[in-house]
């Protein structure tokens, strides 16, 4: 298993990736103009006004079932649609099923790894709410959650509807999200994502510690992991990528919200820092995740820490 780059970002290369069954890896190169982690990591300052960045084209495919995008085509980037930046439209697509419903944030429960538990309380929201779009809607629940934990009530089923305008999408109910739409939406309900894009272009490569980091400082992040990499995902008929929520980390373990419950409990799930790695790099963008930061009022959430023996 390889381990983490020590040096938090370098840029990740798209390469071609191929649908079916089969998965096409982007190549990561070994150093590619790596910049001071405290500049390329550091949420935007609070003060600072929210600019509205030019969206790029639709990034999902439309044949593919898949969670998220797997095909992401480089092309000139066209102006976003005309959705106010700052306060985005409420566009419900059917109603949530109390499955989909918000629930309170808890932290994590049975055998832990020795040391104290740093954890953000993050709501939990499955994605399979009852609205036609719930297989591919890890993304919309992932970021629901975390609009939720800075005071912002925003079901998936609202996320999806920007995400559908952003892309392009409308009726394809297998399509996934880009996760630069998620970063968008996000920002334009307030929030400061960053640490996605790396300054020379492509994603920002993520370690361990950076993720630590981001907790540290009250703010949650979502990756773009492999879905079979994941604890207890080993034999699941779906191999491709998917979104989940960091929330914390205890020991050498990390502490996450996965918007897929039928299995069991998506809240305040645990796996070590090897089972995210596998998870992590082995995504169609490896180590690609993005964090977010509160508004001025909120900049941060309070990451608690909860002694342990």
């Not at 790029?56 to 959705?83: H, K, N």
């Not at 429960?109 to 040391?115: K, R, T, V, Y």
């Not at 034999?235 to 069991?264: C, E, K, L, M, S």
């Not at 790695?277 to 180590?287: K, S, V």
Request: aromatic share 6%; charged share 15%.
């Amino acid at each position: 298993m390889r381990a983490l780059a020590p040096v938090l970002v370098t840029t990740i290369l798209a390469g071609t990736l191929l649908g079916g069954c089969g998965r096409t890896l982007p190549s990561v190169p070994s150093v590619a103009e790596a910049m001071p982690p405290a500049i390329a990591l550091a949420p935007p300052s609070p003060t600072a006004p929210l600019l509205v960045p030019t969206i790029g084209p639709p990034r999902v495919p439309t044949a593919i079932p898949t969670l998220v995008s797997r095909t992401r085509t480089p092309t000139a980037q066209p102006e976003p649609p005309a959705i106010d930046a700052r306060i985005a439209p409420r566009i419900p697509l059917a109603t949530p099923t109390p499955l989909g419903a918000l629930q309170a944030p808890r932290p994590p429960e049975g055998p832990l790894p020795a040391g104290d538990l740093r954890w953000i309380p993050v709501p939990y929201r499955s994605q399979f709410d009852g609205n036609p779009y719930e297989d591919s809607d890890c993304g919309p629940a992932s970021l629901s959650m975390v609009l939720a934990a800075f005071g912002k009530t925003v079901p998936a089923v609202e996320v999806r509807g920007l995400v559908n305008q952003l892309q392009g999408t409308q009726g394809v109910y297998d399509a996934g999200t880009a996760i630069e739409n998620l970063a968008e939406i996000g920002r334009r309900h307030g929030l400061r994502p960053y640490g996605l894009e790396a300054p020379g272009g492509g994603f920002t490569v993520w370690s361990l510690i950076g993720l630590r980091q981001a907790i540290d400082a009250g703010n949650p992040v979502i990756p773009q992991v492999w879905y079979r990499g994941l604890p207890d995902r080993r034999q699941r008929p779906y191999d491709g990528d998917h979104y989940i929520v960091i929330t914390g980390y205890v020991g050498d373990a990390f502490i996450y919200n996965d918007p897929v419950d039928r299995d069991a409990p998506g809240n305040a799930r645990v796996m070590s820092a090897a089972q995210l790695d596998l998870a992590w790099r082995n995504g169609d963008f490896p180590y690609a995740a993005v964090a977010f930061a509160g508004s001025a009022e909120r900049p941060a959430l309070a990451a608690r820490i909860i002694p342990r023996p």
